[in-house]
């Protein structure tokens, strides 16, 4: 098993260049006209891939052996499956190739055939094939949307439409027979998404449902954000179909300028194109995808429901293409296109996969996943385990090599994926070690553009990337969103705001190996935080990063580095510390204070040599408020930056500006997002923020605190707040502080709990909460109290 590291790029993508150099490869042609019995020659093509895998074998190994892909759709019966038999060497590599980039298709789907007749309100129907199942519908190439209600609505940004009434009995009243629709509901945090299947009514027109498993930290639905769909009397917006597999009857309602005499109608039949299933022992080797578009794999929501450790998702172990056991394989210049699930999934074991030039768009599911599997974890907690610090392994990084080691995504466009589930990021890494994500740009993502999972095994550079339009449906995340809920998080028997300093001072990064760098990007998030890093999110550098509008946020987690960052009309947001957690904050550009929640003071190992922008500012000046939030800042001023040319983008500092002085260093304003000529032509690149823009408003809810019983509480308000405390919306209490000798601290009270209701009585605000306690003055009362994303009650006295 080789052991080499390859930062920037794979070996596989070397690779891929070697047959052009040879005059001894093996070609073999295939086209969707031709046929199986033919030699493979491009004068007598084979028509299908499985017969050109078969010519393939016969030189695998042996010699370079190229099979040239002619223009056309490959509609598979079956997914195209390679394993060792199919490998190449690193001198004779197997490539599968578009003879013209883009114009050959790989298709799970299948092309109908269809005579169309009138129904009724403009409705129209066709007989199908005998048995034909499909989640989807493509005509002319566009996927139409299942009959559904609310109607889509491309200007809505969740669920392109949502109604509360979604599955109401005076709703449901109107289906004769719901079974076989679906909900889809928002988590009440908004952290994501559920789904269910309808499996029928009663006679009170109450819907029954199975599913909901698609989310890791489960919760009750979100009240008003929810849709069905597949219901046949939703029908009744152009686009919107409904297929009948006991009558074998398809109704279509057409879009726009369809006409259904001409139309290409596509139905989808497999969830997977293409894989390569090995294992760590015996390998799929050097084969390469190239220049090929692949579409129509089915969608795979109600099966994404494996917990994953102790993340907020459930996963699928799938996609369009899959990787499990591969090592030196490409996926280079390819199209995903309108895809149901994952469009790439690189599972458990896999060296040097690379994602090179490719353009996803519009999967269901997420654009790259690299997974590992639980067996290469040696505390595989889940949220029910409560685990002790005495029991624990303490043995260093993995357990055995069954995870993503050393892959790259390069020079990638990816978009509008996470279509169906919610769950998801434009690429996602977790269980895996040393994965780059490089020269990306990736937006109009519903999460994370970026998501990286759990500390386990760290090492990921992410670099000239642009993310941006994200977070645009759930809440509580970032352009960039990571969190490390590794072993020392949460565990019982530690004091972990002194193992830094004593003989555990490793603990916190026995899953997170090796630094993770996330340096030279351009980030934008209007719904959070443009970098997030959550929960234990540890062993960090944080470099060269351009942020146009959330800041970046640091909670709790150690050994973090945050340097040489620009953070446009924000700030730093320090969230819930561990004392003594080691993060360095220096020399960094800011434009208003920081946004510290519960971070004791001083900050971290160090937080120095910063400037906050201050337009216009004649002179420098200490940055005085700065120095009373960390505690520290005694080298740190307010002064004008003095920007190139920020209406352009250009947030280098010119010579002679003060930042210069204080250590902050220039780095290239051109250079994020993708570099391939073809990509660039079509890449957007995000909104620029106004020149002097305003920070983002206070909430609504923001109050002066009150003392009750010796406490001091607020209303919970803002988004830092919510995230802060792991609640799901701007309501209750907020505990600031308790003094020890205080009534609210002998009845149990902490800082940083949610009061949410007083003896049955929600208490949204500090007024609710004083009106019903003085209403049970010499009384005792219950209060139900969130503490770290948990419930509890406690018996309060009132004098």
Not at 7 to 19: H, S
Not at 457 to 475: A, I, M, S, Y
Not at 764 to 792: C, I, P, S, Y
Request: charged share 25%.
């Amino acid at each position: 098993m080789t052991t080499r590291s390859v930062p920037l790029r794979t070996a596989a993508i070397i690779v891929c260049l070697l047959p052009a150099l040879r005059a001894d490869a093996a070609d073999i042609f295939v086209l969707p006209e031709g046929k199986d019995e033919a030699a493979g020659t491009r004068e007598a093509p084979v028509a299908t891939l499985h017969r050109a895998q078969q010519l393939a074998r016969k030189h695998a190994g042996k010699e370079p052996v190229t099979v040239h892909l002619l223009r056309g759709t490959y509609y598979l019966s079956e997914p195209l499956v390679f394993t060792p038999a199919d490998s190449g060497t690193e001198k004779a590599p197997v490539i599968y190739q578009a003879e013209v980039e883009g114009e050959a298709v790989i298709s799970g789907g299948q092309r109908l055939n269809l005579t169309w007749e009138p129904h009724e309100r403009r409705i129209f129907k066709t007989r199908t094939p005998p048995g034909l199942t499909t989640d989807q519908l493509f005509v002319n190439g566009q996927q139409q949307p299942m009959a559904r209600y609310p109607n889509y609505d491309p200007k809505q940004r969740i669920y392109n439409g949502y109604a509360a009434d979604a599955i109401s009995p005076a709703r449901a009243a109107r289906w004769a027979d719901p079974r076989g629709g679906y909900l889809h509901a928002m988590h009440r945090a908004m952290w994501g998404g559920f789904h269910y299947r309808i499996t029928g009514k009663n006679e009170k027109n109450e819907v029954t449902l199975e599913g909901g498993w698609q989310n890791n930290r489960p919760a009750p639905m979100h009240p008003q954000y929810r849709f069905v769909e597949n219901i046949f009397e939703e029908l009744d917006a152009p686009g919107e179909w409904f297929h009948d597999a006991k009558t074998n009857t398809l109704y279509y309602q057409p879009a726009q300028g369809v006409d259904l005499r001409t139309a290409v109608v596509e139905t989808v039949r497999l969830r997977e194109l293409v894989s390569f299933r090995g294992t760590a022992e015996k390998p799929v080797q050097y084969i390469a995808l190239k220049g090929i578009a692949f579409r129509h794999a089915a969608r795979t929501f109600m099966d994404t429901k494996e917990p994953l450790l102790r993340t907020d998702w459930a996963i699928y172990r799938g996609g369009a293409i899959f990787f499990d056991g591969a090592e030196e394989c490409l996926l280079g210049d390819c199209f995903i296109d309108q895809v149901g699930g994952n469009a790439v999934f690189v599972n458990g074991y896999g060296q040097f996969i690379g994602i090179a030039g490719c353009h996803i768009a519009n999967a269901g599911g997420n654009g790259v996943m690299f997974c590992g599997a639980l067996d290469a974890v040696r505390e595989p907690i889940t949220w029910k385990d409560h685990p002790t610090f005495e029991k624990i392994d303490k043995t260093p990084g993995p357990k055995t090599s069954h995870f993503p080691v050393n892959c790259a995504v390069n020079d990638c466009l990816i978009y509008r994926v996470g279509r169906v589930e919610k769950q998801v990021a434009g690429v996602a890494i977790d269980i895996a070690q040393k994965i780059v994500v490089r020269h990306c740009s990736i937006y109009d993502v519903p999460r994370a553009g970026i998501n990286i999972g759990d500390g386990c095994f760290g090492g990921h550079l992410v670099t000239n990337c642009d993310v941006f339009d994200t977070v645009k449906e759930t809440g509580d995340h970032g352009s960039f969103n990571s969190w490390g809920r590794d072993r020392f998080w949460g565990l019982e028997g530690v004091d972990l705001n002194k193992v830094t300093l004593g003989e555990n001072k490793d603990l916190p990064l026995l899953d997170v190996e090796k630094t993770i760098v996330l340096t030279n990007n351009r980030w934008r998030c209007d719904h959070g935080w443009d970098i997030d890093l959550d929960d234990g999110s540890s062993k960090y550098c944080v470099q060269n990063n351009l942020c146009l509008n959330g800041g970046i946020k640091f909670r709790e987690g150690f050994n973090r580095i945050c340097t040489n960052n620009i953070m446009v009309n924000n700030s730093f947001h320090p969230h819930v510390w561990y004392n003594n957690s080691q993060d360095d904050v220096r020399h960094n550009i800011v434009f208003t204070d920081y946004r510290p929640i519960r971070v004791p003071q001083p900050w971290g190992w160090d937080c120095d040599y910063n400037i906050k922008h201050v337009p216009g500012l004649a002179e420098p000046r200490p940055a005085a408020a700065l120095q009373k939030q960390s505690g520290r800042d005694w080298q740190s001023i307010e002064a004008d930056a003095m920007f190139v040319d920020p209406a352009k983008g250009d947030y280098r500092v010119k010579e002679g500006s003060h930042a210069l002085r204080l250590g902050f260093k220039n780095f290239a304003m051109d250079e994020f997002g993708v570099r391939k000529p073809s990509l660039r032509a079509i890449a957007r690149t995000p909104e620029l923020p106004a020149v002097g823009g305003k920070a983002a408003e206070k909430s609504k809810r923001a109050d002066a605190p009150i003392e009750w019983l010796g406490a001091k509480l607020k209303n919970l308000a803002g988004e830092g707040e919510v995230s802060a405390t792991g609640m799901f919306a701007e309501t209750g209490v907020l505990v600031v502080a308790v003094p020890k000798d205080s009534a609210a601290a002998k009845t149990g009270l902490r800082e940083g709990d949610v009061i949410l209701s007083c003896d049955g009585h929600p208490t949204a605000d500090t007024a609710a909460l004083a009106a019903r306690t003085k209403a049970a003055a010499g009384k005792n009362v219950r209060l139900n109290v969130h503490r770290e994303q948990k419930r509890l009650e406690l018996t309060v006295a009132i004098p």
